[in-house]
């Protein structure tokens, strides 16, 4: 499976959390359906606690990106999501995920992890070199 995390975007505050986002890209030559994966953090080197379930989720196709976004789309106060050729998922969370530098962001199915990324907010992409 060839799905990655390639960027992870920080909220500009607490309140902004569609500003918080990370994108997830298919470098596979498969499709892949996200329905029913599970979203999870980590932090300190703990085990991921999951933080949600993408349902009704979104397929992938071979090359394609997706952005995962915090907030929910129509809350004003959350502000306003990106707007350009990549497509939004909203996960309509309450909450920052991003606890900081080291917050590990990862995407499962069932019991399998299919992507990981770590956030350092000193990288252009904001994701640790591994």
């Known amino acids: 499976m060839a799905i990655q995390i390639v960027k992870i975007n920080p909220a500009k505050d607490k309140a902004s959390l569609n500003t918080e986002w990370f994108v997830i890209e298919n470098t596979g030559d498969k499709p892949f359906s996200t329905k029913n994966c599970a979203l999870g953090t980590a932090h300190g080197g703990q085990r991921a ?34 707007e350009d050729k990549i497509p939004n998922y909203h996960l309509f969370l309450g ?6 530098a080291g917050t590990v962001v990862s995407l499962s199915l069932r019991t399998m992890e299919i992507a990981r990324a770590t956030f350092d907010p000193k990288s252009k992409t904001g994701i640790a070199a591994e």
């Open 95 to 100: 909450d920052l995920v991003l606890k900081g």
């Open 49 to 82: 606690k999951p933080i949600g379930t993408l349902d009704p989720g979104f397929v992938l196709n071979p090359g394609d990106k997706y952005r995962v976004v915090t907030g929910r789309p129509g809350k004003k106060v959350h502000g306003k999501p990106p």
